[in-house]
């Protein structure tokens, strides 16, 4: 027993240093995943209170009509914009992210969707008719721009740090960034809205969400500060260092060799990215325009749905790490299409004196987006090779963007102001997601 005892003694101490050098470890995972959190979160918040604006604010101001849908459709189309941008954006970030590092080009996005945010903030109200809009859709590109370029970095910053089989929950650290993006941009438009009258809120009320964009300074500099290139571009960097004759075009070895895969790619997502912004910025239009709801009761809403991802995105994760990444994935996309037509009736049945129906339906279409977007990060990161992975992944996400952007206006088109349409909005969902579901299968078997 003595002996026993004394060998116990001796492997506690083996065992504390062991325990010790594994959290050692994991720390420098665990602060790229929180940068990650971090910087798209802000990227994101940014990127959405245009939205929020275009569908609470612009659609009367700088673009006021006599029709309210085509009042509608042309301040949603410079949200359009953005997303037609995205690609290029993601094309461009992934070059010089394959070439250079994740970390240069993640600051440098963040620092232009900060400057672009903050001067959206002092577009002015002028009798000039073409000049703001004008304004608007310049800056709206330089965020199209921005956001392309820093989901690749950001989403590589976590899952390149992270353990191998821990990829998919690090991974949706960068994810987060989506929910609280949503949900701090609503939470600031809605303290907004309360805090002035409606007449004020219209004038300079609306700025304020962008002013604050200027934080995102402070987080670029952080990171270019205080954060480390990933290990796995390090190792491409020295091994090519070893042999410069085999540095090509990150780009083009992407179209050359991997151009399905993208393609496949960007079209399981599809669904995701239409529901995402269909529910979070679509539905402010509705039940503003159409169905006369308060505009804080369905921003309130909005932000409770968007925090249910909040957890339900690692969670999600979490078990893709567990029982792979495109099950999890596939059950996302099925969810959506089951969901996309009850979803619309439940909407289309809400009243300002029963709002009931419009939260159940935006909170559950956020729980099973949930089951794409958590997993999303670590399968994209994972579909591409290290040396072409920036280029790769943010290709993937960003292919999907535009149809993404173009959602809300396709709603207002198949609604045209009439409650009965709402259904025209979930079976367009429901052909998307056998669409994605079909992309998902091909893609499975082409990797196998």
């Known amino acids: 027993m003595a002996t026993h005892s004394g060998s116990r003694a001796k492997d506690a101490p083996l065992d504390e240093s ?3 050098a594994r959290l050692q470890s994991r720390r420098p995972a665990r602060k790229a995943a929180f940068a990650a959190a971090v910087s798209t979160s802000l990227e994101w918040y940014d990127f959405f209170i245009y939205a929020t604006a275009a569908a609470l604010v612009f659609n009367t101001t700088f673009f006021a009509t006599d029709s309210e849908v085509v009042a509608a459709l042309n301040s949603f189309a410079t949200v359009a914009v953005g997303f037609i941008a995205r ?3 993601g094309i461009v970030s992934g070059h010089f992210g394959d070439k250079y590092g994740r970390k240069p080009v993640l600051v440098a996005a963040i620092l232009i969707m900060g400057v672009a945010t903050t ?7 002028t009798s000039i008719a073409w000049l703001a809009p004008a304004m608007l859709v310049l800056l709206r590109i330089c965020q199209g721009l921005a956001v392309g370029a820093q989901w690749g970095g950001a989403v590589l910053l976590a899952t390149e740090y992270a353990p191998a089989n ?3 929950f690090y991974g949706s650290f960068a994810q987060l960034g989506i929910p609280i993006g949503v949900v701090v941009g609503n939470a ?3 303290v907004m809205a309360w805090a002035v009258s409606p007449e004020a809120f219209t004038s300079w009320g609306w700025r304020v969400p962008f002013w604050i964009s200027l934080f995102m300074l402070v987080v670029a500099f952080v990171i270019h500060r205080y954060l480390e290139e990933t290990p796995e571009f390090q190792q491409v960097e ?5 042999a410069p004759a085999q540095r090509r075009s990150p780009i083009l070895e992407v179209l050359r060799h991997n151009s399905g895969t993208v393609l496949m790619a960007g079209g399981t997502y599809l669904v ?3 529901m995402f912004y269909i529910t979070i910025t679509g539905s402010v239009q509705v039940a503003t325009t159409d169905l006369g709801i308060a505009r804080s009761d369905v921003l309130t809403i909005i932000l409770i749905a968007a925090g249910v991802l909040v957890p339900m995105v690692p969670l999600t994760a979490y078990l893709s790490d567990l029982y792979g990444r495109k099950l999890i994935y596939g059950i996302g996309i099925v969810g959506m299409g089951l969901w996309a037509v009850p979803m619309w009736l439940l909407i289309g049945s809400s009243t300002p004196e029963n709002i009931w129906p419009l939260a159940v339906a935006l909170i559950v279409s956020c729980v099973v987006m949930s089951f794409q977007t958590g997993p999303q990060a670590a399968l994209f990161s994972e579909l591409f090779p290290p040396e072409i992975r920036y280029s790769g992944a943010s290709l993937g996400y960003q292919a999907a963007a535009i149809l993404g952007g173009m959602a809300p206006m396709a709603m207002v088109a198949l609604i045209n102001g009439d409650v009965a349409n709402f259904w025209r909005v979930g079976m367009m969902n429901v052909a998307l997601a056998v669409f994605a579901l079909i992309c998902l299968v091909a893609l499975a078997r082409r990797r196998r």
């Open 238 to 242: 020295a091994k090519l260092a070893q």
């Open 272 to 274: 995701g990215i239409v």
């Open 18 to 20: 062991v325990h010790a």
């Open 87 to 89: 690609p290029i954006g």
């Open 166 to 168: 821990r990829r998919g």
């Open 188 to 190: 600031v438009f809605l």
């Open 119 to 125: 001067l959206i903030g002092f577009v002015p109200n």
